[in-house]
């Protein structure tokens, strides 16, 4: 398989796995001690998962509900599911029951892989009809044929305006997913991230897990985030990137924990993203730690990243989350016509790691599409020279005088 820095990854999950186990590499290290995993066993163990779902009668794009935490058994649940050409359900496990079952019913998976840690929260919300795969047995069952536009993830959103909606990204907008961090970040074979996040978000699974099997590198994957143990985790295992969120650099900025010399020389940058990082907590942070932090911005329904920072020497622009990577962004006014540059107006993305659509949702995803532009429902504005700035939200509300009056957009200067 080709890595093109203008070219999305062409083919399937499947594909890119089985070149990448044609190494030897190591593609995931565990700081709870499980054992390492190299490419070709990580691609040998999905097969096995894959084929045990197949043998259970599971069609081609039918959801399997995942349940995992961080670690080994999560990341063979996700490739397992993937490879086999199913719909990878990712269930946050942070967003609740009630949430949970919602998802789980929605979903229409028949079949979940569950982590022996949430097994009480999964039989208090799966829907009767749902059936835990035990331990997983050689089956002796032909793979589905798969290409790039099958579905490959099913992702919930927050659900803050109403019940959540189910993101669906094809084999194609996954491996795009992991691409566009890639080519803005120059990632390579030699790159190690040390993943904090959960793989339950889309930041977590596609900046990091996706991104590794895009670039051919490698990942430390802790079970969640310390600020005790994670320059130790640093350190100890030659990181040289992570991806976390604005909360994760203020506790590291407020710890009493430092990097050895030796582990910052290693590390290349630090990403963030999900919400916007304050100017002086990220400049505080650079001048304590001596590492560059790469502001981005990324969407559920865009496999995460849209938009980042270049790495220096490029010109990081503070308050700003960059330019774009491997897809378009553009600003759409009121009459949902492009804004000239510096006028603000909602942010519309278009490319290959844009979603399908939300999972039995027509109305949602008509109204969400522009064409083949998908509105964020984010307001913003683009410098002269491309960089973004987010400068709220569309459909926030303006208190005044007891009513409620919709933000109206308005050039800026």
Not at 135 to 156: C, F, G, N, R, W
Request: charged share 20%; glycine share 10%; proline share 6%.
């Amino acid at each position: 398989m080709n890595l093109s820095h203008d070219i999305a990854p062409e083919g399937t999950v499947r594909d890119w796995l089985d070149h990448r186990a044609k190494s030897d590499a190591v593609a995931f290290v565990f700081t709870d001690d499980s054992p390492p995993l190299g490419w070709a066993a990580l691609r040998d163990e999905a097969c096995k998962i894959a084929k045990a779902l197949t043998a259970q009668g599971t069609t081609k794009g039918e959801s399997i509900a995942i349940l995992q935490p961080n670690g080994r058994e999560g990341v063979l649940a996700f490739y397992g599911a993937v490879y086999g050409g199913f719909r990878a359900t990712m269930i946050n496990l942070a967003a609740g029951r009630d949430a949970i079952a919602y998802a789980l019913e929605h979903c229409e998976a028949r079949i979940a892989l569950v982590h022996e840690s949430v097994t009480a929260l999964y039989e208090s919300a799966a829907p009767t009809h749902m059936t835990r795969l035990g331990a997983v047995t050689e089956a002796d069952a032909p793979l589905h044929e798969i290409t790039s536009k099958d579905h490959a993830l099913l992702m919930y959103t927050s659900g803050t305006t109403g019940r959540p909606k189910g993101v669906v990204h094809t084999q194609a907008s996954l491996l795009a997913g992991g691409w566009t961090p890639t080519i803005a970040h120059k990632l390579t074979g030699q790159d190690r991230a040390l993943c904090v996040l959960p793989i339950c978000h889309i930041n977590g699974l596609c900046v990091t897990v996706m991104g590794a099997l895009v670039s051919g590198g490698s990942v430390v994957m802790a079970e969640k985030f310390s600020a005790r143990q994670f320059w130790n985790q640093i350190d100890a295992h030659e990181v040289t990137w992570f991806s976390v969120v604005p909360t994760i650099i203020s506790h590291l900025l407020h710890s009493d924990t430092n990097p050895t010399p030796e582990g910052r020389s290693r590390l290349r940058f630090g990403r963030s993203a999900s919400s916007a990082l304050a100017p002086d907590v990220q400049t505080a942070f650079e001048r304590r730690f001596d590492v560059p932090i790469i502001e981005t911005m990324g969407l559920t329904e865009t496999a995460a990243q849209i938009l980042s920072n270049p790495l220096p020497p490029g010109t990081r622009k503070i308050g700003s989350p960059g330019i774009a990577y491997g897809n378009e962004v553009t600003i759409l006014g009121p009459d949902l016509r492009e804004c000239p540059t510096g006028v603000e107006g909602e942010i519309a993305i278009r490319g290959p790691n844009v979603m399908l659509e939300y999972l039995k949702n027509p109305d949602a995803t008509k109204s969400t599409f522009q064409g083949d532009w998908l509105r964020t429902g984010d307001l913003g504005r683009k410098d002269t020279e491309g960089y973004l700035f987010v400068t709220g939200r569309l459909k926030e509300l303006i208190i005044k005088g007891g009513e409620n009056m919709p933000y109206i957009p308005t050039a800026t200067l």
